[in-house]
């Protein structure tokens, strides 16, 4: 399919074929996409909890009990689900990681750019931390980066998703131990194939979006 074909064809689906599983293949890809994901300054502020199996997916589908129960099936019945996961914090030992990852991939030919680099994320960091008092809040934008990349990247796959904020968040970084490792969740996104019965299908219902005269400025 074309760029235009993808995004015609994508849409948050709400209800799943629970015989219709994912190949290892393409989890593998599914994997990948998560881990390439572009961040500023490539802070890769994330941790991702991936759903599988009967069981990895009912303790995932204890953050759509009570008021988000509107939500269960849309776990139950999907083949995985993604938890995507923001750090709650960072400090010049995760800033060094980070630096000491890229060096160990061959990213910097020598000691200053590596120090460059170092004093970079430093400093943007910094800004948030100190001056707009919103690190948390830009890691999560980050986060966001990585769900809007996930979307398209599986719809290229041919697959189904559904991103959900519609979660319990605190009842899945108990049930996974999140803030004890400095993360907390975001949102959860389910993968599959679409049911026959998708009342939001886009070979039912066709797509809406604001049209190009409102929305861009060309200059």
Known sequence: MSLREILNWRYTTK??????????????EIKNLLRMSPSS????????????TEEGKARMAKGTQGFFHFNEPKISNA???VLFCSKTDA???YYKHIADTEDKNGRFPN??????????????AGIHKYDLKDLQHWMEKQV???IGSFLLGVASL??????????????????FGLREKGYTALVAV???????SDFNSTDKTPKSRLPESEILTVI
């Not at 209800?15 to 593998?28: H, L, N, Q, R, V």
């Not at 000691?111 to 943007?124: P, Q, R, S, Y």
């Not at 389910?190 to 026959?196: F, K, V």
């Open 41 to 52: 300054v490539n802070l890769q502020p994330w941790h991702f909890i991936i759903a599988e």
């Open 79 to 81: 083949s995985a689900v």
């Open 190 to 196: 389910s993968l599959g194939y679409r049911a026959e």
């Open 158 to 175: 041919g697959i189904d998703a559904t991103p959900m904020e519609g979660i319990d968040v605190k009842a899945l970084d108990e049930e």
């Open 91 to 93: 400090d010049e030992d």
């Open 15 to 28: 209800a799943y074929d629970a015989s219709k599983k994912i190949s290892d293949a393409d989890m593998a």
């Open 144 to 146: 966001y980066l990585n």
């Open 111 to 124: 000691e200053d750019i590596k120090n460059g680099f170092l004093g970079a994320v430093k400093t943007f």
